[in-house]
């Protein structure tokens, strides 16, 4: 498995203002994801993120609105832009550890009001 | 924390019997399946997976069955315990494309009751 933390583990913002949530993990991993989990939902995936090159963004999300970072193998950031209450969700951070398996940071609750 | 099941289908069993949590998945190329385990306030907690050569794979008191004819998935809990209460989400992903995000299914909210 793999130690993955995220800061802030909460937060409550006005609307039109941004959020950047930072993602560590313990160990170096190529493949890092995002992905959002809104109110009593399943989750969704953002973006892929690999260090080095851009993030490759899922259809419905666009880089202007979740602008990604992954400057080294330990780290990257999600930031929310230009935020509006239907951005409130829990957003997760993954990493990819073996074969395709996949763990998960504890989340970042995000309240935008 | 806050909870992740207001809108999730509701599984209850009774405390020491066995629970079976269904998934359907939508891509016929996955090739590979996950379960997760999410508590209240926390990330997705890896539980089991199976890939697509196999239809069945055994953990400790968990089985994962794919019927890959009818895309479907199952987890087995065996004795449920009351620290099995939690959303359970099945999770796919096709590995022929490279490296690629999980697909989640919808997820399932098991209730044990004591």
């Known amino acids: 498995s793999a130690v993955i933390s995220q800061k802030p583990s909460r937060d409550i913002c006005q609307r039109g203002t941004s959020l950047t949530i930072q993602c560590q993990v313990d160990?170096?991993?190529?493949?890092m994801f995002w992905y959002r989990q809104q109110p009593g939902q399943s989750l969704t995936l953002i973006a892929t993120?690999?260090?080095?090159?851009?993030?490759?963004?899922e259809s419905g999300f666009v880089i202007d609105k979740f602008p990604i970072s992954r400057p080294n193998l330990t780290f990257s950031t999600l930031t929310v832009s230009n935020m509006s209450p239907e951005d409130s969700s829990i957003y997760l951070c993954?990493?990819?550890?073996?074969?395709?398996?996949?763990?998960f940071g504890p989340g970042t609750r995000l309240t935008v009001l | 924390g806050e909870s992740v099941g207001l809108h999730l289908p509701t599984l209850s069993v009774q405390e020491g019997d066995n629970s079976i949590i269904n998934c359907a998945y939508s891509?016929?190329?996955?090739?590979?399946f996950i379960w997760y385990k999410q508590e209240s306030g926390k990330g997705p907690q890896f539980i089991i997976d199976?890939?697509?050569?196999?239809d069945k794979r055994q953990g400790q008191r968990v089985t994962v069955l794919l019927n890959k004819t009818v895309k479907h998935l199952s987890l087995q809990i065996a004795a449920t315990q009351p620290g099995d209460s939690a959303v359970y989400f099945c999770?796919?992903?096709?590995?022929?494309?490279?490296?690629?995000?999980?697909?989640f299914g919808k997820g399932t909210h098991l209730i044990i009751q004591p």
């Open positions: 993954s990493v990819e550890r073996g074969y395709n398996e996949q763990f």
């Open positions: 160990s170096q991993v190529t493949m």
């Open positions: 993120a690999n260090q080095g090159s851009e993030a490759t963004y």
């Open positions: 891509n016929s190329a996955s090739d590979y």
């Open positions: 199976i890939r697509s050569n196999m």
């Open positions: 999770a796919e992903s096709y590995s022929g494309g490279g490296a690629d995000g999980l697909t």
